[in-house]
């Protein structure tokens, strides 16, 4: 599923490619894939040009000059570049046609969705999403989410995951986050010490950044995953040792998400 790292990834990639050109054609294939009508939506973006590619959380975003397409790849959306007259695979759902290439939008699974929103709108569509801070926003502090976790007597791994704390964290991005910070996924959010929280900071974008260099656990727009899966040290490991400390990764149901963990490491705070 891509996550913050692999939407971010995207954005970089495509950045380089389609700013400042225009979208020439639009072609969609299935209608669930976009919110809006479909003669709505592509008579809309058709012959406009991509001022900005941008990221909210794990939403894709092209600038366009009045309008912005918000993208969400939910469970297997990806992005590939390809020549004009490349063959359309059976999952391809929406192609932008650009001067000399032409950008596919994938997804077997068919959870992913597309909008197009007026730029005076789109504040106020993240403010619905009741989306929480980026992780290398300066707002994120301890006291910050030690004032959002206060109320919630619950495992930090859910709370990692709800996206109206920290912005952008999955399920394996919050398996090593944790254990970099060497916190039980399991522990109760809100007796977590600001110490236990620092941690919890510096780790998210250690681990953001670690898999930025590695462009994610995901197929990017050259169809090449990302091999940050090579350097993953809990997730996936069930039943292999700790590379900090020889005990077997185990793994288990934490907020009804299979997590994994060093139960030597990673020792429940009380």
């Given at each position: 599923?891509?996550?913050?790292?692999?939407?971010?990834?995207?954005?970089?990639?495509?950045?380089?490619?389609?700013?400042?050109?225009?979208?020439?054609?639009?072609?969609?294939?299935?209608?669930?894939?976009?919110y809006n009508k479909k003669k709505e939506f592509i008579n809309t973006i058709e012959n406009q040009r991509v001022q900005k590619v941008k990221r909210r959380g794990k939403w894709l975003l092209f600038e366009l000059e009045k309008n912005y397409i918000i993208i969400h790849f939910r469970m297997e959306g990806r992005f590939y570049l390809l020549p004009l007259d490349a063959k359309i695979d059976k999952h391809d759902y929406v192609i932008f046609y650009?001067?000399?290439?032409?950008?596919?939008?994938?997804?077997?699974?068919?959870?992913?969705?597309?909008?197009?929103?007026?730029?005076e709108n789109i504040d106020k569509f993240f403010n619905d999403k009741k989306l929480g801070l980026e992780y290398d926003d300066p707002l994120l502090t301890p006291k910050y989410l030690k004032d959002k976790f206060k109320t919630?007597?619950?495992?930090?791994?859910?709370?990692?995951?709800?996206?109206?704390?920290?912005?952008?964290?999955?399920?394996?991005y919050a398996d090593e986050i944790l254990f970099e910070s060497k916190i039980n996924p399991k522990s109760y959010a809100d007796k977590l010490s600001k110490n236990k929280l620092q941690a919890i900071i510096?780790?998210?974008?250690?681990?953001?950044?670690?898999?930025?260099?590695?462009?994610?656990?995901?197929?990017?727009?050259d169809g090449k995953r990302g091999t940050f899966e090579n350097y993953l040290k809990v997730h996936m490991r069930e039943n292999k040792p700790c590379y900090d400390c020889d005990s077997?990764?185990?793994?288990?149901?934490?907020?009804?998400?299979?997590?994994?963990?060093?139960?030597?490491?990673?020792?429940?705070?009380k």
């Amino acid at each position: 599923m891509p996550e913050l790292v692999e939407v971010e990834t995207t954005r970089r990639d495509l950045s380089k490619i389609i700013e400042n050109k225009r979208i020439n054609k639009v072609d969609v294939f299935l209608d669930k894939i976009v919110y809006n009508k479909k003669k709505e939506f592509i008579n809309t973006i058709e012959n406009q040009r991509v001022q900005k590619v941008k990221r909210r959380g794990k939403w894709l975003l092209f600038e366009l000059e009045k309008n912005y397409i918000i993208i969400h790849f939910r469970m297997e959306g990806r992005f590939y570049l390809l020549p004009l007259d490349a063959k359309i695979d059976k999952h391809d759902y929406v192609i932008f046609y650009f001067d000399d290439f032409s950008l596919h939008y994938n997804d077997p699974r068919l959870f992913g969705k597309m909008e197009v929103i007026k730029k005076e709108n789109i504040d106020k569509f993240f403010n619905d999403k009741k989306l929480g801070l980026e992780y290398d926003d300066p707002l994120l502090t301890p006291k910050y989410l030690k004032d959002k976790f206060k109320t919630h007597h619950t495992d930090i791994k859910k709370m990692l995951l709800d996206q109206s704390f920290i912005t952008g964290i999955g399920n394996i991005y919050a398996d090593e986050i944790l254990f970099e910070s060497k916190i039980n996924p399991k522990s109760y959010a809100d007796k977590l010490s600001k110490n236990k929280l620092q941690a919890i900071i510096d780790n998210t974008k250690a681990v953001f950044e670690r898999s930025l260099k590695y462009k994610g656990t995901y197929p990017n727009i050259d169809g090449k995953r990302g091999t940050f899966e090579n350097y993953l040290k809990v997730h996936m490991r069930e039943n292999k040792p700790c590379y900090d400390c020889d005990s077997l990764i185990i793994k288990e149901k934490v907020g009804g998400r299979g997590t994994y963990y060093c139960p030597n490491c990673q020792k429940k705070c009380k």
